[in-house]
C-alpha cells in the first residue's frame, strides 16, 4: 500500500478489530504485490468488505453475494502469493471467535469468497496476458518475462495458502494442489496431480457425498460442505472438512471446482473419545447406564418385540475389597465383564454395567432363550478370576425376566430381573 501523508485511516466501526486484523496480515510477509492505493483507501475497502460480508452472513444472503467480495479483493490488486491464504485465515478465526455465524455458514461463506477471489484473480490474469501479447515485438522478451512472473503469482496462491487447496476439472482431473494438502495425505504436489478426485475415496465416505459431487460438477450446486474420510498414503485415515466450490467462465459453465481443506482427524477423535465416554463405563469398557436404558428405549419401540433380560449381580462382592484391596476388586470386575460381553454374542444383545457390582444383558426382540443365556452365564462365573495375584472364586446370582414390550413397561422388566436375581441370590443359587 503508498503512504499516507494525510494522516492514518480512520479506525472507527462495527468491524473495527478484523479490518485492523486483516490490514495487518495484509501488510505482513513478503511484499510481491503493489496495491494502488493509499492506506486510507485500503482501508475503507478492506472496511466495505468486511461489513458486507457480516451482512451477507446475517441476513441468509446466498453465497453468490460473498462471492463478489473477494472478487473485489482480487479486482484491487490484493493479488500476492499469500493474500488468499491470510484473508480467509482472518476471516475464519474472527467470525469463529465471534460467534455470530454458524460454522456451516461460515465455512460455506469463506468458500464462496474464495471461488469468487480465484476467478476474478483468473479474469485479471487473461487480461493481463492479453495486454502483454499486445506489446511491441521488440519487447517480446520482457512480455515473456511478465507473462511467466504472472503464472507464477496464480500458481503462489495456492502454494502458499496455509489450508489445504486444490483444483480440478470438471472430469475430476487434479491439475493443482498446494504443498499443504499433498503433504496431509503423504504425497509431494507433482504425485497428486497424477491422480483424480475418485482415487482418494475412502470405506468411509457419506453414501451421498458422491452424488452430490456430481451435482456440483453439473452446475446444479456452488458449493457444498462436508466431512470427508481421505486414505494417507501410509494407510492411515486423515478425517477432514471440506469445502468445495465450483468456478464458472465468463458464460456460466461449470470450468474448475475449487476445494478448501482442513485436518480434523484430531478433533474429531477427541470428539469420538468424549463420546464413547459418556456412553460407557469408564472401568469396564462395557456399555453404561445412560447407554442401557437408551437401547432398551429403543427396543420397547416396537409393541410387538419380546424384550429379554438377564440380570447379574457379583456375591459378597465387598468382601472381596475389603480383604484383598479395591485393586483386585476393579480387576475382578473388569474380568467379569468380559466373561459377560462374551456371553452376549446374539443379534442386539448389549451388555452393561448399570451398577457398582451389577451388569446386565439386553435381547431385544428376539427368538433367544433368556433362561439359556442365563445358563451360559452361571457357566462363565464358574470358573476362579486371578486378580491382582489372587485366585478367586465368585459366585454370581442370575435373574432373568422377559415379556412382549406392549405388556410391560422398560421399568417393569428392569423391576422384573432385578426382583428374579434377588430372589435367586436368597435361595443360595450362585448364578
Not at 462495527?14 to 490490514?23: G, I, K, M, R, T
Not at 496464480?154 to 493443482?176: C, P, Y
Not at 456440483?216 to 485415515?237: F, I, M, S, W
Amino acid at each position: 500500500m503508498a503512504s499516507d501523508p494525510g494522516g492514518g485511516p480512520d479506525r472507527a466501526g462495527p468491524h473495527a478489530d478484523l479490518v485492523e486484523q486483516w490490514a495487518a496480515a495484509l501488510g505482513s510477509g513478503t511484499r510481491d504485490h503493489v496495491v494502488p492505493m493509499s492506506r486510507s483507501e485500503a482501508y475503507a475497502l478492506l472496511s466495505r468488505l468486511a461489513a458486507r460480508f457480516a451482512q451477507a452472513a446475517a441476513d441468509g444472503e446466498p453465497a453468490g453475494r460473498v462471492a463478489e467480495l473477494g472478487a473485489e479483493l482480487a479486482r484491487a490488486h490484493f493479488v500476492g502469493n499469500e493474500v488468499l491464504g491470510r484473508t480467509i485465515a482472518v476471516l475464519d478465526a474472527y467470525f469463529a471467535q465471534n460467534g455470530t455465524i454458524p460454522a456451516e455458514r461460515g465455512a460455506e461463506l469463506l468458500g464462496a469468497f474464495a471461488s469468487g477471489y480465484v476467478r476474478a484473480f483468473r479474469q485479471w490474469l487473461l487480461a493481463e496476458q492479453e495486454s502483454v501479447r499486445k506489446a511491441d515485438i521488440e519487447a517480446r522478451q520482457r512480455v515473456q518475462e511478465q507473462l511467466r512472473a504472472s503464472e507464477a503469482r496464480f500458481r503462489a496462491v495456492f502454494a502458499q495458502a496455509g489450508i489445504g487447496t486444490g483444483l480440478s476439472d470438471m472430469s475430476g482431473r487434479i491439475i493443482e494442489v498446494n504443498a499443504a494438502f499433498a503433504e496431509m495425505l503423504g504425497y509431494t504436489p507433482a504425485e497428486m496431480c497424477e491422480l483424480s478426485v475418485t482415487d482418494l475415496t475412502h470405506p468411509e465416505d457419506d453414501p451421498a457425498m458422491w452424488p452430490l459431487y456430481g451435482a456440483v460438477l453439473r452446475g446444479d450446486h456452488d458449493n457444498v460442505q462436508l466431512e470427508k474420510a481421505y486414505p494417507h498414503r501410509d494407510g492411515h485415515t486423515v478425517w477432514t472438512k471440506i469445502n468445495v466450490s465450483l468456478i464458472r467462465d465468463d458464460h456460466g459453465k461449470p470450468q474448475y471446482t475449487l476445494i478448501l481443506v482442513e485436518d480434523i482427524s484430531e478433533q474429531r477423535a477427541l470428539r469420538e473419545h468424549l463420546h464413547f465416554r459418556a456412553h460407557h463405563d469408564q472401568l469396564t469398557g462395557l456399555a453404561n447406564r445412560s447407554r442401557f436404558f437408551d437401547a432398551l428405549t429403543a427396543a420397547f419401540a416396537d409393541p410387538e418385540a419380546r424384550i429379554g433380560l438377564c440380570y447379574l449381580d457379583l456375591d459378597n462382592f465387598k468382601s472381596v475389597n475389603d480383604t484383598y484391596g479395591h485393586a483386585a476388586g476393579d480387576e475382578l470386575l473388569v474380568q467379569a465383564a468380559a466373561r459377560l460381553e462374551a456371553c452376549a454374542t446374539g443379534p442386539g444383545q448389549l451388555a452393561a454395567r448399570i451398577g457398582g457390582d451389577e451388569f446386565v444383558i439386553l435381547v431385544p426382540d428376539s427368538a433367544t432363550d433368556v433362561e439359556e443365556l442365563a445358563h451360559h452365564v452361571r457357566a462363565a462365573f464358574a470358573l476362579p478370576f486371578d486378580a491382582d495375584g489372587h485366585r478367586l472364586t465368585v459366585t454370581a446370582s442370575v435373574g432373568i425376566a422377559e415379556e412382549r414390550a406392549g405388556d410391560t413397561t422398560a421399568d417393569a422388566l428392569v423391576q422384573a430381573a432385578d426382583y428374579s436375581m434377588y430372589w435367586a441370590k436368597a435361595a443360595g443359587r450362585a448364578g
